[in-house]
């Protein structure tokens, strides 16, 4: 019946889970999503050519969709939004790509299902540092961000903070009370300032 497995991903249909957020927020959400699909198609010329047409369709919605906001609400507000329609889109791509329904969960499996996540996905760019890979941990660092640079270029620097807040779902949710997730304390991205993102995956299975 299922038509997924470890080879064949889930490839969820993210805009009508766009639409589905948007109901709960705006008064007119096809309007609003037609929009700001206006809106991303202009911001995409402000992107590099090269770059993956799914990052530059997600960066741009993304941005377009907290611009328009913008327009009728404070810039918090805004971005509360679109973290809370965004969020629920990146976490069912993600958990696709971890092949969370496809595999029994388990520590073991986060850190090769991450690896693989992480060769498939255009942030794969990214510059990355693994500090500890053992039975009780998974810590790494990662030394660049595609995303904040993206959203740098379009002037909504701010928004990077959706991604990071991504991260600190997707990992505290793949495997709940027992893989632990965290940055080593606050500030530990290269949003807040820092030299690197930190991610730790802690075993508590055992």
Wanted: glycine share 4%; charged share 25%; with cysteine.
């Amino acid at each position: 019946m299922l038509k997924t497995s470890i080879e064949q991903k889930a490839s969820p249909a993210t805009m009508f889970i766009v639409y589905g957020g948007l109901k709960g927020y705006v008064k007119r959400p096809f309007w609003f999503l037609l929009r700001t699909a206006m809106k991303a198609s202009q911001l995409k010329k402000q992107l590099p050519k090269k770059l993956s047409g799914d990052v530059k369709t997600q960066v741009a919605m993304i941005a377009a969709m907290y611009i328009l906001l913008k327009e009728k609400v404070d810039a918090e507000r805004a971005l509360s939004t679109v973290q809370a329609i965004m969020i629920p889109v990146a976490l069912s791509v993600q958990l696709a790509n971890f092949r969370y329904a496809e595999t029994e969960r388990s520590f073991e499996s986060l850190k090769k299902y991450h690896e693989m996540a992480i060769s498939e996905s255009p942030t794969r760019t990214n510059v990355k540092e693994i500090v500890e890979s053992s039975d009780e941990k998974y810590h790494f660092r990662v030394k660049s961000c595609l995303h904040r640079g993206l959203f740098k270029r379009l002037g909504v620097i701010e928004l990077t903070r959706i991604m990071c807040n991504v991260d600190n779902a997707l990992y505290n949710i793949y495997y709940p009370d027992k893989v632990l997730f965290h940055r080593n304390g606050p500030g530990n991205t290269i949003f807040e300032g820092n030299e690197y993102c930190e991610f730790v995956c802690e075993n508590r299975s055992k």
